[in-house]
Nanobody
Framework: QVQLVESGGGLVQPGGSLRLSCAASGFSLNYHAIGWFRQAPGKEREGVSCISSSDDSTFYVDSVKGRFTVSRDNAKNTVYLQMNTLKPEDTAIYYC??????????????????WGQGTQVTVSS
């Protein structure tokens, strides 16, 4: 059965770093792009980043460009989101999701068929 499990969230001071992991089971990352999303209290969920399976292309929303890096370890069937220079506005629950496509084609919910349970990231002094 398909599962995505996020981990690595926590409390960090502004300017700090965290690395989130998204462990996939029940399918191979070789055939699916993976997206990262976040939802802050009182706000809609937004797409943050995506990594394609076809050519390892990566995509980022403007607010995290230069600070976040998405990567994939196919041997471990795990996707990572390295988050540096964190800001209070990065505080949210972070989710990973499986795309129905090899490639990243946007952040619309209809493009993603399985979601993890989320991991809380809190950036505060």
């Amino acid at each position: 059965q398909v599962q995505l499990v996020e981990s690595g969230g926590g409390l960090v001071q502004p300017g700090g770093s965290l690395r989130l992991s998204c462990a996939a089971s029940g399918f191979s990352l070789n055939y699916h792009a993976i997206g990262w999303f976040r939802q802050a209290p009182g706000k809609e969920r937004e797409g943050v980043s995506c990594i394609s399976s076809s050519d390892d292309s990566t995509f980022y929303v403007d607010s995290v460009k230069g600070r976040f890096t998405v990567s994939r370890d196919n041997a471990k069937n795990t996707v990572y989101l390295q988050m540096n220079t964190l800001k209070p506005e990065d505080t949210a629950i972070y989710y990973c999701a499986r795309s129905g496509h090899y490639y990243c084609s946007g952040y619309g919910s209809y493009l993603y068929d399985y979601w993890g349970q989320g991991t809380q990231v809190t950036v505060s002094s």
